[in-house]
């Protein structure tokens, strides 16, 4: 996939999840939401890639390809940033709270997940989405 795919998939998955949300269907909001934000770190992360560039170490693949948020940011090198930026805006680090907790295991769960705080935490001008797309 391309940069310009992840970040395409990024915002389909929370388009899905905002109709989900208006028709109830918290879990489905939750994991979409989730995908979202997992296509917007690796969007940054594609950034980064340069053309016939030889792949880099097979830790930092492993890293890439995984499903873990935090892992994601890292890799992206946008950790220190958000740091920063959570210190001078808390509805960021609230919402960043709230969408770090989002795993791949999340699909298989039927209760217990809130749909509408993810998608909070995602969306508007102090949403994940929205910082992350700074950088991607």
Excluded at 31 to 59: D, H, M
Excluded at 90 to 98: E, F
Aim: charged share 25%; aromatic share 8%; with cysteine.
């Amino acid at each position: 996939m391309t940069r310009n795919d992840f970040q395409i998939v990024a915002r389909l998955r929370l388009r899905e999840a905002r109709t989900l949300a208006r028709n109830g269907h918290e879990q489905g909001v939750y994991y979409l939401g989730g995908v979202a934000a997992e296509c917007a770190l690796k969007a940054c992360i594609a950034k980064q890639t340069k053309k016939y560039e030889f792949p880099p170490s097979r830790r930092v693949i492993d890293r890439t390809y995984a499903h873990d948020l935090e892992e994601l940011l890292a890799t992206a090198g946008l950790k220190a940033q958000l740091e920063l930026d959570m210190k001078t805006n808390p509805s960021l680090a609230a919402h960043w709270t709230v969408v770090k907790s989002w795993n791949i295991d999340s699909r298989y769960r039927a209760s217990g997940l809130s749909g509408r705080d993810m998608l909070a935490a995602l969306s508007g001008p102090n949403g994940v989405i929205s910082w992350v797309r700074q950088d991607w």
